[in-house]
């Protein structure tokens, strides 16, 4: 097997589990690359520096004949990941080290037997699809930008946003509001179950638009084939002020008005489940889905 780990660093309560499975990776005479990040946080937190593994920062420094990467952390970790190694097709493994981790495969608490779960087969591979986004300044087209969870348009002072909004060509209104996320089924637990949008199930073929903060009374949630395509024309009513374009854990600043188009990509990330775990055990275990003082 060739694994990579890839990370951030982690906390005093987390750190013998992950050095305790990287040596029962290396006795198993599993090829391991660590996270250039990570290595520097073991070395410096904890004086650990485990010789046997193999240094990396660049995805090019990855073989082509990578088995899994192990994401080490929580649901914003494997969004890192998912960025780091989009359209390889290398599975990756959640190992929550986080807080909800509704994305993970495996606790931290669970790590003892992962690497024979992932010998024996025992897991499966689940395909989650990724939204693109085109964003266009002033005759200015940026590359495509992926993402996992969801692509948004957010103000970054008080003014609000205006967002001028169009379906597959077709006017649908003007948002004012604090902006609008787009989302993929995946992202619906995320952000966009926090301004009150739906929840939806991985497999559905949708993209959903929810504003964030409307300053209306008859705006909400929506629910979109994922071959629609959103148009966004923004611009903040203070023009001094930038307005930020999140992708995923990752934002860029823009002043004046920008359009941004947003599709489903032909790109899909892929995530290791293991079989006792799915997308409704997540929703009863993580978000506490039909807990009932009867039940």
């Known amino acids: 097997m060739e694994v990579a780990v ?26 391991v690359w660590v996270y250039d990040n990570m290595l520097q946080s073991l070395r410096s937190q904890f004086g650990y520096v485990p010789s046997f593994v193999h240094p990396y920062s660049l995805r090019e420094e990855l073989p082509n004949s990578l088995d899994f990467l192990f994401s080490i ?30 994305l993970s495969s495996i606790q931290a608490a669970a790590l003892a037997h992962i690497e024979e779960l992932l010998e024996s087969g025992y897991y499966a591979i689940e395909r989650f699809p990724t939204a693109q986004a085109q964003i266009s300044r002033e005759g200015q087209i940026l590359p495509f930008h992926y993402a996992l969870n969801d692509i948004t348009v957010q103000k970054s002072g008080k003014s609000m946003l205006i ?36 929840i939806v ?13 409307p300053h209306s009374l008859y705006t909400r949630s929506l629910v979109l084939a994922d071959s629609s395509e959103i148009h966004m024309r923004v611009r903040c009513r203070d023009k001094e ?46 978000l506490g889905w039909g807990n009932d003082p009867r039940n």
């Not at 199930?201 to 903060?213: G, K, N, T």
């Open 201 to 213: 199930s991985p497999l559905a073929h949708v993209l959903l638009l929810s504003p964030i903060s």
């Open 6 to 31: 890839f990370g951030w660093g982690v906390s005093h309560e987390n750190f013998d589990a992950l050095a305790a499975l990287l040596e029962r990776l290396h006795a198993r005479e599993w090829k």
């Open 241 to 286: 002020v930038p307005l930020i374009v999140g992708i995923d854990a990752q934002e860029y600043q823009f002043k004046g008005t920008i359009d941004v188009r947003v599709t489903r990509s032909p790109i899909e990330v892929f995530l290791v489940r293991f079989r006792e775990k799915n997308f409704y055990t997540a929703l009863r275990e993580k």
């Open 73 to 102: 952390g929580g649901d914003g970790t494997i969004l890192d990941a998912a960025q780091y190694i989009l359209g390889s097709n290398v599975p990756i493994v959640g190992i929550n080290f986080g807080h909800l981790g509704f």
């Open 163 to 198: 967002v001028n909004m169009s379906i597959d060509g077709t006017f649908l209104c003007t948002y004012w509001s604090d902006g609008v996320i787009v989302s993929t089924p995946t992202g619906s637990t995320a952000y966009s179950l926090s301004v009150g949008g739906p």
